[in-house]
Nanobody, 125 residues
Framework: QLQLVESGGGLVQPGGSLRLSCTASGFTLRYRSIGWFRQAPGKEREGVICSSGTGASTNYADSVKGRFTISRDSAKNTVYLQMNHLVPEDTAVYYC??????????????????WGQGTQVTVSS
């Protein structure tokens, strides 16, 4: 069964940090483009950050530039989203997604083939 599972969400104070993990089972994340998306209550899902399969391309939403980074651990078949300097506006359910085919580019549109179930991130004092 092809599956993406996110973990690491929770409650964090403004200014704090959190690292989300996205682990794949049933397929390898190697060479696939990976995207992180989020959906806040009452809002549409939006792209946050993505990384191409080759690692040559990374795209960020303007709202997270300088605060969020994406990385991979091929040995663990896991992608991470490091979130620093969190603000209440970052509160959302975060999803990871992967392309079906290897890709040298990545986009922040929802044109991904595999999706995780999401993990809640709440930024509040």
């Amino acid at each position: 069964q092809l599956q993406l599972v996110e973990s690491g969400g929770g409650l964090v104070q403004p200014g704090g940090s959190l690292r989300l993990s996205c682990t794949a089972s049933g397929f390898t994340l190697r060479y696939r483009s990976i995207g992180w998306f989020r959906q806040a209550p009452g809002k549409e899902r939006e792209g946050v950050i993505c990384s191409s399969g080759t690692g040559a391309s990374t795209n960020y939403a303007d709202s997270v530039k300088g605060r969020f980074t994406i990385s991979r651990d091929s040995a663990k078949n896991t992608v991470y989203l490091q979130m620093n300097h969190l603000v209440p506006e970052d509160t959302a359910v975060y999803y990871c997604a992967a392309t079906k085919l290897p890709n040298s580019l990545c986009v922040l549109t929802q044109s991904y083939d595999y999706w995780g179930q999401g993990t809640q991130v709440t930024v509040s004092s």
